[in-house]
């Protein structure tokens, strides 16, 4: 159950503002972010067990994030990992919409995702789940938005309290690292209630329902903080946690974008 909040072109100064939640099981094995041998211009963590990524940005601008679709209904293995497909388009050269359309002819490969990437000019989205006609890539408009493993801007109240943490923050003050981390780092449990008309009923997903999740085998393993400004100048900082939500490594880049 990952969490994605970021504002997309609502100020001049600083056109990418990101907060995202990577929630995970502890046990599966991860490289923390760093600038990827193979691929130099590439900053993103690693999953070790398939080999791909869930968030990064390169040098020359180009950012991609992934979270899960969840669907009950659907719970075979899928013949290919999601993490392939923000690694893929990181690595590569094609532009968004171009890279979508591909995806979008081979959706149904993969199990259930929404997919956020793009360039230093512009965000386009896009899921598998919706039905096959109505697959589409969407390119953004300029707002704040929240993903996290339902549809774009499905207002789950983790969303929902990170979307207005976000706006308020932004209306404030410049962003800092530890201010955009408190966007996402809301360790409460949402009500049943409040979850109820998103299908979601169970005590697992109430479990699962806090921005920040701490259950001891699976939780929120990273957060990563992102901003890009008009300077041309980018800045990431990722926190992992251990077993406890304990911060046990901290990675910060600043880089300018070329």
Not at 83 to 102: N, T, V, W
Not at 118 to 135: I, K, M
Not at 209 to 217: E, K, N
Not at 241 to 251: A, D, H, K, T, Y
Request: with cysteine.
């Amino acid at each position: 159950m990952c969490l994605l909040i970021f504002a997309h072109q609502t100020s001049t100064r600083y056109p990418l503002v990101i907060a995202a939640n990577r929630d995970e099981f502890h046990a599966r094995p991860t490289t923390a972010s760093q600038f990827w041998t193979d691929h130099p211009v590439l900053l993103a963590g690693k999953d070790l067990d398939q080999g791909g990524t869930w968030m990064g940005v390169t040098r020359d601008g180009r950012f991609a994030a992934i979270t899960n679709y969840r669907d009950p209904s659907r719970t075979a293995v899928a013949p290919r990992s999601r993490g392939e497909l923000p690694l893929d388009y990181l690595a590569g050269q094609c532009d968004p919409q171009a890279y979508l359309q591909g995806v979008a002819a081979q959706a149904t490969e993969y199990a259930g995702f929404n997919l956020l990437l793009g360039d230093r000019d512009h965000l386009w989205y896009f899921t598998n789940s919706l039905p096959q006609a109505e697959r589409a890539p969407l390119c953004l408009q300029p707002g704040i938005y929240g993903l996290s493993n339902a549809r774009l801007d499905t207002l789950w109240p983790k969303v929902a309290i990170g979307k207005t943490r976000m706006k308020n923050l932004l209306d404030k003050e410049p962003p800092t690292h530890d201010a955009l981390a408190s966007v996402v780092s809301d360790q409460r449990l949402a009500d049943l209630h409040t979850l109820r008309p998103h299908g979601m009923e169970t005590g697992m997903d109430q479990l699962l329902s806090a921005q920040f999740i701490v259950t001891g085998l699976y939780g929120t393993r990273s957060s990563t903080t992102l901003w890009t400004d008009s300077t041309g100048l980018a800045s990431w900082r990722e926190l992992s946690f251990n077993e406890l939500g304990e911060i046990r490594e901290v990675r910060e880049f600043e880089f300018a974008l070329i």
